[in-house]
Structure formats: structure tokens, C-alpha cells
């Protein structure tokens, strides 16, 4: 049972467009979301998070929209750069573990020039 | 400033022949946690350690074992690798059990002849 189904498997953005990236999770016990950002021969890096009391939050070009009664979330990136092009994975974690996340499959954007 | 350090970045061995990754920190993190990442997919979580105390999941593999002598320290023993366990192996940390924000090192990459 996969507990964080993510989508698109891959996305092509022309530079400045907008990339969505959406998470939908089963488990109504997860209490933190983090998006993670990973580059080709690299780890994933924490890009943004956050916990259900919260509808948006918004880092820059980032933002993370949480819909609880869909069970859904997804990521925003306004003004899409080349140097977005990378891997992205959805997360959800549960207080009692919060470090211990279940990750969806990954989408891979290519922003293009 | 690396904070979280893999060696080797780039390992073969062959088929059957044990192998041991190693992660070190620098963060003085209580927990630490590996992660199995094969091509295209998302990391899937192997085990990890809060502390001394070493968690296991369920689906792992009793192929794969895991040392962490010390806090700074964790090794990834592979006592006899197959074809399937060819992937980037991925070393995380997290500061303790509440806390959300994994730091990632770079990888292992393992090829199986």
C-alpha cells in the first residue's frame, strides 16, 4: 500500500512558467510534509515543509498548498529557473518519528530555456 | 562545512563479495537512517538508529545489517550482494525523534558485477 501517491512522474516548464508537483496521502496520522529537492548524483535536500494547521506557506519562489480534507498537497514553483531541473519528492512524517518519512515517487522536472 | 559524509561516492563489488559503506556526521545528530534509492524510484528506508537503538523495517532484507559504533559513525553492511541490490545507498540524519529536518549525504553508488 503506498501511503504517498505523487504526480506527474516527470513535468517539461518553459523558463518563467509555473511547475505543480501534487501529493495526495492516505494516512490521516502523518503531521509533517516536506518537499525535497535532489540533483542528478546527489542527495535529496529539504526544500520546504509543512504541518497540516497550516493551508499555504510560501518560501520564495516556493509554495506549498494543503488541502486536509482531501488528504492533498502540492508544490508550487513560480518563475520556474533551468537550475530547477531536478528530481522532487513529496514527504509525510509523524510527529512520534518526524525524521522517519514516507516518500512518494518522485517527479522529474526540466525547465527549459 | 560537509555535514553529512558517504564513502566511498562509487563502489563495485561483485556478486556474493560483502561490502560495507560507511556514513560519517558531523552534526552530533542522534539519528541516523539509510536509505535504499534505486533508479527513477524513491529512497525506501532501511533501517535507522536513535542512538545505540537500531530499528529495522520490516521489509528489509536480512541481507543488509548496520553498525553504528559510535554517534558520529554508521556503516552499512552488505553480507552478500545480489544483482537487485545494485543502487545509491543514502546516509540521513536528524537531530532527534522530534525533530522533521533530515540531512542527507551524497550517496553511495553500488554496482553489483
Known amino acids: 500500500q503506498q501511503q504517498v501517491k505523487q504526480s506527474p512522474q516527470s513535468l517539461i516548464v518553459q523558463k518563467g512558467g509555473i511547475s505543480i508537483i501534487n501529493c495526495a496521502y492516505e494516512?490521516?496520522?502523518?503531521?509533517?510534509f516536506p518537499w525535497y529537492q535532489q540533483f542528478p548524483g546527489k542527495g535529496p535536500a529539504l526544500l520546504i515543509a509543512?504541518?497540516?494547521?497550516?493551508s499555504e506557506k510560501k518560501e520564495g519562489r516556493f509554495t506549498i498548498s494543503f488541502n486536509k480534507s482531501a488528504k492533498q498537497f502540492s508544490l508550487h514553483i513560480m518563475d520556474s529557473q533551468p537550475g530547477d531541473s531536478a528530481t522532487y519528492f513529496c514527504?509525510?512524517?509523524?510527529?512520534?518519528?518526524?525524521?522517519?518519512?514516507?516518500f512518494g515517487d518522485g517527479t522529474t522536472l526540466t525547465v527549459k530555456p | 562545512d560537509a555535514m553529512v559524509i558517504q564513502n566511498p561516492r562509487y563502489q563495485v563489488t561483485q556478486f556474493g563479495k560483502p561490502v560495507t559503506l560507511s556514513c560519517s556526521q558531523t552534526l552530533n545528530h542522534n539519528v541516523m537512517y539509510w536509505y535504499q534509492q534505486k533508479s527513477s524510484q524513491a529512497p525506501k528506508l532501511l533501517f535507522h538508529y536513535y542512538d545505540k537503538d537500531f530499528n529495522n523495517e520490516a521489509d528489509t532484507p536480512d541481507n543488509f545489517q548496520s553498525r553504528r559504533p559510535n554517534t558520529s559513525f554508521c556503516f552499512l553492511d552488505i553480507r552478500s550482494p545480489g544483482l537487485g541490490d545494485a543502487a545509491m545507498y543514502l546516509c540521513a540524519t536528524s537531530r532527534d525523534r522530534t525533530a522533521w529536518e533530515q540531512y542527507f549525504g551524497p550517496g553511495t553508488r553500488l554496482t553489483v558485477t
Open positions: 509543512i504541518r497540516p494547521d497550516v
Open positions: 514527504a509525510a512524517s509523524r510527529d512520534t518519528n518526524a525524521g522517519k518519512s514516507t
Open positions: 494516512n490521516t496520522a502523518f503531521d509533517y
